[in-house]
């Protein structure tokens, strides 16, 4: 299994993924799921990837040496907006259908891939797409700044409270990483090392690609600060006034004070 | 879909269920998911439910009129320890099973049932089960103070973080309540009222039994405490101080603030 997750925020894009790859418990490996395409200061496209490696590397693989859109074989560094940006990715993953699904089948394997691709191509606005296994696709708006693919439930609450379009790069950062290691903590099939990428809008370059390992400080920094609000957090809601409640108090707040 | 959640305490048990049943999004009902069974002074059993509600209240009347086990009928109420109470509720599930999976699978229906059984009977110790739709069951100890049933993921991370075997039931009941809140924000099938119990070990009585509603004033207590500590916790870490990050830093500042 897979964790990415994309934030569409006013100031920019933040994506970041894990690396976990496994085929079964005992096969586990580290493999980059993001991908990224940059003219620099004419466009920036990051890609994230979820599902079936084989699909998803094959996928990649056709981008890189062009996909036909529009009768015409295309690539991310060419294609003019990033609306035919998440075409040509969708097609390139019906490519991978056509060569590959019936054999899939055939073993009873199924057809599992889905693609982040976010960005911005100079003259056109920055956007964030989730593209699907059919190569149709849904687009982050300001009403739901936010997309997952993979392993999403575990670390959907926090960026439920937490993310809004208007929400900072730098409180973006701290939101993904927590959402991640949610994840990680609950789910063995996701794992450190992570790929972090940020995006400034209208810039057309990465403002940031960073490997985060598990020495990482800041990294370390988001985990032990977020522990310690938590405990805080509910240490500090007060105790219900329900009857029995009541009568166990004393004994209750002995215990947390220890 | 379900979302139950029972503590295994020191101090004694917190269980609590959601209500919410569908078949489809266009038909949602409220149906309890908690039952209880008690002789008070001598034992007090509490069972929560997922899956199928045709199953759970099948298995549930069963329970009521007696199933076999070690060749006699017996019920909830004179099972002589915990261990026979999760095999009964293991055998009754098994009838069902016996009754109707035939005709489920021949309309492609799963037969999708879980049940937790906690509590505790005079002579034995406090128990916490979690019986599967084969009958079989496993048990929460002090290294796993907790178990779930249902669309548990999205309040997973929280108990991760949160409970210990010795966490006060007064923590227990605030972690429950937002692991709850964050799996009814994120996931539609789950929904309120709640039905809440807590058991204090060695009383074999109910010490609360509580309907919790939309307007109850300590569930808003909890999830306005709780919103309110998590945007204090992820303003309170540090941004990072990696270079791209630094530069921003004036403006992010003065956007949280704001």
Same mark, same amino acid.
């Given at each position: 299994?897979?964790?990415?997750?994309?934030?569409?925020?006013?100031?920019?894009?933040?994506?970041?993924?894990?690396?976990?790859?496994?085929?079964?418990?005992?096969?586990?490996?580290?493999?980059?799921?993001?991908?990224?395409?940059?003219?620099?200061?004419? !466009?920036?496209?990051?890609?994230?990837? /979820? #599902? $079936?490696?084989?699909?998803?590397?094959?996928?990649?693989?056709? %981008? +890189?040496? =062009?996909?036909?859109?529009?009768?015409?074989?295309?690539?991310?560094?060419?294609?003019?907006?990033?609306?035919?940006?998440?075409?040509?990715?969708?097609?390139?993953?019906?490519?991978?259908?056509?060569?590959?699904?019936?054999?899939?089948?055939?073993?009873?394997?199924?057809?599992?891939?889905?693609?982040?691709?976010?960005?911005?191509?100079?003259?056109?606005?920055? !956007?964030?797409?989730?593209?699907?296994? /059919? #190569? $149709?696709?849904?687009?982050?708006?300001?009403?739901?700044?936010? %997309? +997952?693919? =993979?392993?999403?439930?575990?670390?959907?609450?926090?960026?439920?409270?937490?993310?809004?379009?208007?929400?900072?790069?730098?409180?973006?950062?701290?939101?993904?990483?927590?959402?991640?290691?949610?994840?990680?903590?609950?789910?063995?099939?996701?794992?450190?090392?992570?790929?972090?990428?940020?995006?400034?809008?209208?810039?057309?370059?990465?403002?940031?690609?960073? !490997?985060?390992?598990?020495?990482?400080?800041?990294?370390?920094?988001?985990?032990?600060?977020?522990?310690?609000?938590?405990?805080?957090?509910?240490?500090?809601?007060?105790?219900?006034?329900?009857?029995?409640?009541?009568?166990?108090?004393?004994?209750?707040?002995?215990?947390?004070?220890?």
């Amino acid at each position: 299994m897979t964790y990415c997750v994309g934030l569409f925020l006013q100031e920019g894009l933040v994506m970041l993924a894990d690396t976990r790859t496994n085929a079964g418990v005992d096969h586990i490996s580290t493999f980059s799921k993001m991908f990224t395409v940059t003219a620099p200061g004419e !466009r920036m496209l990051c890609l994230l990837s /979820a #599902g $079936n490696l084989a699909i998803t590397q094959s996928a990649w693989n056709r %981008l +890189q040496d =062009g996909v036909f859109l529009d009768q015409r074989k295309q690539t991310l560094l060419n294609v003019t907006n990033m609306f035919e940006a998440a075409r040509l990715v969708g097609e390139a993953i019906r490519d991978v259908y056509r060569a590959d699904a019936a054999m899939l089948s055939a073993q009873n394997i199924g057809f599992d891939v889905s693609v982040m691709v976010g960005g911005q191509i100079a003259g056109g606005p920055m !956007r964030l797409y989730l593209v699907y296994a /059919a #190569g $149709n696709f849904i687009e982050a708006t300001p009403d739901n700044p936010f %997309l +997952q693919i =993979g392993e999403h439930k575990y670390g959907k609450p926090v960026l439920d409270r937490g993310v809004r379009h208007d929400t900072s790069i730098d409180q973006g950062i701290k939101l993904v990483l927590v959402s991640m290691d949610s994840t990680i903590r609950s789910n063995l099939t996701c794992g450190l090392p992570l790929d972090l990428l940020v995006y400034r809008e209208g810039t057309h370059d990465i403002a940031l690609q960073r !490997r985060i390992v598990e020495e990482d400080p800041y990294l370390r920094t988001v985990r032990v600060g977020w522990e310690e609000s938590l405990r805080a957090a509910w240490l500090g809601i007060p105790s219900p006034d329900w009857e029995y409640v009541q009568q166990q108090k004393t004994t209750s707040e002995k215990e947390s004070a220890a």
